[in-house]
């Protein structure tokens, strides 16, 4: 209803000239999904407040240099949707995606923190579940929890639970990681299958019961980039593709651009992640991984670097999937058609509450 002064509700649109204009701007879901939206909302809101030099290079995890040691500091928060999924759950999933942020930045990680929020009514065999996912991933991954905290909200507040993981690492000597540090010619490779991750739980949230063995690829990375510590000097730059998938990787700041030259061979994407991926019209370039790397390699040391990836039981997929070109911004996909087509970060969140 409108009144003589205007909207009768403080937030209601108010047609002006054609447009509908919200007097109040809201926080949307695409503001967490890692695209233009994402990006905005840190530019405007976040930088302007807290700028240093360090938070101004927007790392997924912080250099900190303490006397006589380099030490890397990352933090993340997990709400993913439903709290367990094929492959893995919510607790594994957080320890997996702490760690590897501190991996992909050249880093060895040795401890984490775990805050719970937690809502009322929450059973505790779900609570017992989730802790015993984290023991066992911080195990697996040689990692400690050192510190932590615990809320509880009313009911209907925090749709389960939710984690807050912050991770510890020391620097791995000789990786000096930067998009700016890519040239020509380099080879972009992966240590895996993309996109299964993303579509895994998809699945499991609109329950859709397809006969695919489709599970997600959520594990650690921190050995990947263990094995590349013999060529650190030849590699460029790494990103573990997870919101947004590969291709916010591939379209980072500074720009760069790549080839895809896949034409004489298919995507590296299982069958069941492809057809999931058809069915519901998302390109898996866009599609979350939680247990791969994206590197960009010097060309001299590209078979090297693939063959150690594939001497380890989480980097058997490994393969080449591009070359680095001139750098303007802009990636491009070669289909098996012998076409190409642009590749670009997602506008916004096409698959919210996937981590």
Not at 81 to 88: K, T, V
Not at 149 to 177: E, H, I
Request: glycine share 10%.
């Amino acid at each position: 209803m409108w009144g003589r002064g205007g909207p009768a509700f403080p937030h209601t649109p108010t047609l002006l000239k054609g447009f509908i204009m919200d007097q109040e701007r809201r926080v949307l879901l695409a503001h967490g999904g890692g695209g233009h939206l994402s990006r905005e909302l840190i530019e405007r809101e976040i930088l302007p407040r807290f700028s240093n030099e360090i938070l101004n290079a927007l790392p997924d995890t912080a250099a900190l240099t303490v006397p006589g040691t380099h030490i890397l500091f990352t933090t993340d928060s997990f709400v993913v949707q439903p709290l367990f999924f094929p492959g893995g759950c919510i607790g594994d999933l957080a320890v997996h995606g702490t760690v590897n942020d501190l991996a992909v930045s050249g880093g060895r990680p040795l401890f984490l923190t775990l805050a719970l929020i937690l809502e009322e009514g929450l059973p505790w065999s779900t609570l017992r579940q989730v802790l015993e996912a984290v023991r066992r991933a911080t195990t697996a991954c040689g990692v400690s929890v050192v510190t932590g905290d615990t809320k509880v909200v009313r009911r209907g507040q925090c749709d389960g639970l939710y984690l807050n993981v912050s991770g510890l690492g020391m620097a791995w000597p000789g990786f000096q990681l930067s998009a700016r540090s890519i040239r020509p010619g380099d080879a972009v490779l992966v240590s895996g299958t993309l996109g299964n991750h993303g579509m895994a739980v998809l699945v499991a949230r609109e329950k859709l019961f397809l006969e695919t063995a489709l599970v997600s690829d959520s594990a650690p990375v921190h050995r990947l980039v263990e094995a590349m510590l013999p060529w650190t000097a030849e590699v460029r730059f790494m990103r573990d593709p997870t919101r947004g998938g590969a291709s916010p990787p591939c379209c980072t700041r500074p720009p760069w651009a790549a080839v895809l030259p896949l034409r004489s061979r298919p995507c590296p994407w299982t069958p069941a992640a492809a057809a999931v991926a058809e069915m519901l019209g998302i390109s898996l370039l866009h599609s979350p991984c939680e247990g791969r790397i994206m590197a960009v390699v010097a060309p001299e040391v590209t078979q090297a670097v693939l063959a150690a990836w594939r001497a380890l039981p989480e980097g058997q997929g490994a393969c080449r999937i591009g070359q680095a070109i001139a750098p303007v911004g802009r990636v491009s996909l070669h289909t098996t058609l012998g076409g190409h087509t642009l590749i670009d970060r997602p506008q916004g969140e096409m698959l919210p509450r996937i981590c």
